[in-house]
């Protein structure tokens, strides 16, 4: 369903991290610059994956919380000029979109904690047309799985 990969020998923070949801957006190649900056300083220093368990650990957390009729967006692609990732609204299922924010840039964003994304983002323009509708127990399995992945 969702798979989120580092690009071993890539230009370090640029073109070296991979989003796959086949049947909403396909693959798209990202960078992982902010979140190398995120991790500076702490115990993992610039280190990618740390803070892409961090990132997922949260998405993760908010999905369990998510409460019908709740709308949520989960940040992953952290640029200068836009923020970019999933807006997971929650009906029976979960309704996913990809699309990008303006108003909340990348240096902007803690990718260690978006907190202050998660539920402010109030400009989300979607990529395309495309939603994919999913159980919420199987997008939940799905994370805990992709984190338990990057984590070994």
Not at 96 to 109: A, E, N, Q, R, T
Not at 123 to 151: C, S
Request: proline content about 3%; some cysteine.
């Amino acid at each position: 369903m969702i798979n989120i990969e580092i690009i071993e020998n890539s230009p370090k923070g640029h073109n070296d991290l991979l989003l796959e949801i086949p049947e909403l957006i396909g693959k798209k190649i990202l960078d992982s610059y902010y979140l190398i900056l995120a991790s500076e300083g702490k115990r993992k220093r610039g280190n990618a994956k740390y803070t892409l368990v961090q990132l997922l650990t949260f998405w993760y957390q908010k999905i369990t919380q998510l409460k019908e009729g709740q709308i949520i967006y989960l940040p992953i692609d952290f640029n200068d000029e836009y923020t970019a990732g999933l807006k997971v609204e929650k009906d029976q299922d979960l309704i996913l979109s990809y699309g990008y924010s303006l108003k909340m840039c990348g240096y902007s964003v803690n990718p260690l904690d978006p907190s202050d994304y998660y539920n402010k983002v109030t400009d989300f323009q979607a990529e395309n047309d495309n939603v994919l509708i999913v159980k919420q127990q199987d997008f939940e399995e799905g994370l805990k799985g992709l984190i338990d992945r990057l984590e070994r």
